[in-house]
Structures are given as structure tokens and as C-alpha cells.
Nanobody, 112 residues
Framework: QVQFVESGGGLVQPGGSLRLSCTAS????????MAWYRQAPGKQREWVASISSGGRTDYANSVKGRFAISRDNAKMYLQMSSLKPEDTAVYYCNRASVTMAWGQGTQVTVSS
């Protein structure tokens, strides 16, 4: 089983930027398609972005043009720009298709 640890969240004003990072207990980022997900208060967890083992990226319409997913051998990242209050959520990383155990996530709060 793989353990994920997300970091980089925080409080940011609307229009601001954050960079989230994800580490795993073993090196899987280039083996599997990976993804970022988020869960806002009172809502179900939703898919945000994914990156295939070949490097192809896909984004939810709500974040397209504002977020960028990337990865190297050791970590996966989510660069978030032009943040909006509706981006407020706990963000998680995991495999893109068959998810593994979820980490604790990292809280992102967008508020003035």
C-alpha cells in the first residue's frame, strides 16, 4: 500500500497563487496516471486534474487555464493561480483511476 502526503496549502486571497506538493511512500509518479482531487465542505470529493504516465494532462473545466499539474520522480505538484473562493477545499493526491488509500490532504482556503 502507498501512503500519500500532501502539503503546500494555506490561506490565500482571491487572485493569489499556491503550489501544492504530493509525496508517496514509494516511487509511483511515473508508473501510474496520477491525479489531484478536492473536497469542499459539504460536497463530494471531485477530480481536479490528472497526468498520465506519458505526461498528458487533463483538467476539470472549473480549473482549466488556472491550474497546472506536473510531476518528477519524487513528487507531484499542482500549481494553482488566479484562485477563487470556490477553490476552497481540502486537496488530495492519488492515482487517477484506481485510487489507493487517501492521505490527510492539505487545506486550501481562498478568502479576503
Amino acid at each position: 500500500q502507498v501512503q500519500f502526503v500532501e502539503s503546500g496549502g494555506g490561506l490565500v486571497q482571491p487572485g493569489g497563487s499556491l503550489r501544492l506538493s504530493c509525496t508517496a511512500s514509494r516511487s509511483i509518479f511515473r508508473t501510474y496516471a496520477m491525479a489531484w482531487y478536492r473536497q469542499a465542505p459539504g460536497k463530494q470529493r471531485e477530480w481536479v486534474a490528472s497526468i498520465s504516465s506519458g505526461g498528458r494532462t487533463d483538467y476539470a473545466n472549473s480549473v482549466k487555464g488556472r491550474f497546472a499539474i506536473s510531476r518528477d520522480n519524487a513528487k507531484m505538484y499542482l500549481q494553482m493561480s488566479s484562485l477563487k473562493p470556490e477553490d476552497t477545499a481540502v486537496y488530495y493526491c492519488n492515482r487517477a483511476s484506481v485510487t489507493m488509500a487517501w492521505g490527510q490532504g492539505t487545506q486550501v482556503t481562498v478568502s479576503s
